[in-house]
């Protein structure tokens, strides 16, 4: 028998509960409207509108350059396609680290602007003045501790996060500090699959994890790493379902060759 309740939404209150019940939380990144569509339709819980979006969607070599303007877009398309999922929005870098005022302008402004459920932020306790201000105003958050791409200049590289003693110790004070102050989640990205047992274990709110193993309450990943249509990214944590960047270019290789014989339209594909 499975312990996998029917939710017709999901909602904070269901991933406490679906860590209390033991069933597992399944997240996934998508940036605009036709894939969260099929993200939503096949039962994914969370998804997340995540600033990977300045490197999937734009491009760019880190997650520092995306806009608060362009997230907002990018999730209202996500919005718009959902039915069930919980849309979780990253607040982009620079928009809520300077001080807590301006990051609840940026949340209310994300709240507001594209319809998402709640916002995610980056970092332990240099933000938990911002992240309060936050949650005073009604606005679910959701952490990320270890390894915290925004941050990336700082760590220089982007390997595995809290292997020694100290960032470890410092990585679960800051968890427990999320749950305390009222955030309903957190994602713990790269660390050593230990110490993120040991946070799910230590925290009451729901931990999600990417590359930390298998003994937290659930996982997420990019989309678009999942499906197999970047190429180039190979961590050791990533599993891809599918290989759709070579799908797609076998089938767009078709499409060419086939506009270029004259094979495409044939006499029923035309009017
Ligand atoms: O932006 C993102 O996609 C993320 C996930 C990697 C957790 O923050």
């Not at 993200?39 to 969607?57: E, F």
């Not at 180039?232 to 290789?253: A, V, W």
């Amino acid at each position: 028998m499975s312990n996998k309740k029917e939710y017709k939404r999901i909602t904070v209150k269901s991933l406490v509960e679906m860590k209390t019940t033991g069933e597992k939380i399944s997240m996934l990144t998508a940036y605009d409207y036709t894939m969260a569509k099929i993200v939503d339709g096949a039962g994914v819980d969370i998804i997340l509108v995540g600033d990977s979006a300045s490197n999937v969607m734009a491009g760019h070599e880190t997650t520092l350059p995306i806009t608060l303007d362009q997230m907002i877009y990018h999730a209202s398309s996500v919005v718009r396609a959902i039915n069930r999922s919980l849309v979780v929005v990253d607040l982009p870098f620079g928009t809520y680290q300077s001080d807590p005022k301006e990051a609840l302008r940026s949340a209310i402004r994300i709240m507001k602007e594209s319809g998402g459920h709640a916002v995610k932020l980056e970092g332990g306790k240099e933000i938990k003045d911002s992240i309060k201000k936050i949650l005073n105003a009604g606005i679910p958050v959701m952490g990320h501790l270890g390894l915290t791409p925004q941050s990336i200049y700082k760590f220089g590289t982007y390997t595995v996060r809290a292997k020694e003693e100290e960032e470890a110790e410092q990585l679960l004070k800051d968890a427990k500090m999320l749950e305390r102050i009222g955030c309903f989640a957190i994602v713990l990205e790269k660390i050593p699959a230990k110490l993120a047992k040991q946070v799910a274990e230590s925290v009451s709110i729901p931990v999600i994890g990417i590359g930390a193993g298998a003994d937290v309450d659930g996982q997420v990943l990019v989309l678009h790493d999942m499906i197999g249509m970047t190429h180039e990214f190979n961590p050791r944590f990533l599993r891809r379902y599918m290989n759709l960047f070579e799908t797609m270019t076998e089938s767009i290789g078709q499409y060419v060759s086939d506009v270029k014989s004259s094979a495409f339209p044939n006499a029923e594909e035309q009017y």
